[in-house]
């Protein structure tokens, strides 16, 4: 919320800021794209749920805020994070605007299972749900997700994302299970899997998946530097 008030003994007119951070943490899980939710305990929205978010401390940089907040929801630290877009729309808070920006986050869901909480007193739970089965959220926080899935379809090519939500060494059937949920839609396995590998930054692996009841497939992982050079 942004507001002015008169300052007494200096008859100026100081402007306070109070702006949040709200975070869309996604994950991989059993074939689904999924996005972690807390079910709120006190007004606004009591009983709804929401996207992870928190007010910025007076003298925190907005960075540490998100890594302080993604590190609060899921035990990690180092998380891979995009910046989405600014909201303040005048409606988008009962108690008037208030101005958040909105990140998005990508954690290996072995990683997280059981470490997702409620880290304060307003959140009655933290939960995951999947992209395509969402109950409606306080706030605007379905404009956001809305947004970050856009953002994730109409970047795939040109981001880390997929192996974010991946092991580091993946077979590309798992790559492609990825592909598919981030864009809702199947693929054809021949297809994917030229193009993928034309890119030029998967590395084939000495190594196939091992503990499989079926023929075991090769290893992949992505070579970050070789990606970082053709989409600087």
């Not at 942004?2 to 003994?9: A, E, V």
């Not at 072995?110 to 995951?128: F, G, L």
């Not at 034309?198 to 090769?218: F, H």
Request: proline share 3%.
């Amino acid at each position: 919320m942004l507001s002015f008030y008169r300052n007494n003994n200096f008859n100026t007119k100081v402007l306070l800021s109070y702006f949040t951070i709200d975070c869309v943490i996604f994950t991989f899980h059993e074939g689904h794209l999924k996005v972690l939710l807390t079910e709120r305990n006190e007004y606004p929205y009591k009983d709804w749920w929401a996207l992870p978010g928190f007010f910025v401390e007076k003298g925190e940089e907005m960075e540490d805020a998100v890594k302080r907040i993604t590190y609060e929801m899921t035990g990690l630290k180092d998380i891979y994070l995009e910046q989405l877009a600014a909201f303040a729309g005048v409606k988008r808070h009962p108690e008037g605007r208030i101005l958040t920006v909105a990140y998005m986050a990508f954690v290996r869901y072995d990683e997280v299972k059981n470490k997702v909480k409620p880290v304060t007193n307003y959140m009655r739970q933290a939960k995951w749900f999947a992209t395509s089965d969402l109950p409606e959220l306080a706030f605007d926080h379905n404009e956001i997700l809305r947004l970050a899935l856009k953002k994730l379809k109409k970047n795939l090519s040109y981001t880390l994302t997929p192996f974010e939500l991946l092991s580091e060494k993946f077979t590309l059937t798992q790559l492609q299970q990825v592909y598919e949920a981030i864009l809702g839609e199947p693929l054809d396995k021949r297809n994917f899997r030229k193009k993928i590998i034309n890119l030029g930054y998967l590395k084939e692996l000495d190594e196939c998946q091992t503990g499989v009841s079926y023929r075991a497939a090769r290893l992949y992982k992505v070579d970050r530097k070789k990606f970082l050079k053709l989409f600087p």
